[in-house]
Nanobody
Framework: VQLVESGGGLVQAGGSLRLSCIAS????????MGWYRQAPGKQRELVAA????????NYADSVKGRFTIFRGNAKNTMYLQMNSLNVEDTAVYYC???????????WGQGTQVTVSS
């Protein structure tokens, strides 16, 4: 299984970015997907998650109302629309796919998002 993120970059505060994640080689049933981020010196944290069964979403309080997670028409794609970005959103963003068994837990390589003031 390989997850590839794209869409990161440098943006000014108040701007927007859309991250994409495409999974290949998924031979298992996907239970849920999520975006995590890790800023320098901080632990990796959940940003947003979505279930495969009914598209139920969950967001970190810090991004509610600004970020939107959604799945693409292809079941192995996922996106994160990020609006009203601020400096505190600067981090490496990782996508994650989980199956119904603990061993089915896959991560992308990460994409850097940098927000300048």
């Amino acid at each position: 299984v390989q997850l590839v993120e794209s869409g990161g970059g440098l943006v000014q505060a108040g701007g927007s970015l859309r991250l994409s994640c495409i999974a290949s080689g998924t031979t298992f049933s996907i239970k849920g997907m999520g975006w995590y981020r890790q800023a320098p010196g901080k632990q990796r944290e959940l940003v947003a998650a979505i279930t495969s069964s009914d598209d139920t979403t969950n967001y970190a309080d810090s991004v509610k109302g600004r970020f939107t997670i959604f799945r693409g028409n292809a079941k192995n794609t996922m996106y994160l629309q990020m609006n009203s970005l601020n400096v505190e959103d600067t981090a490496v963003y990782y996508c994650n796919f989980k199956g119904y068994f603990p061993r089915h837990n896959y991560w992308g390589q990460g994409t850097q998002v940098t927000v300048s003031s």
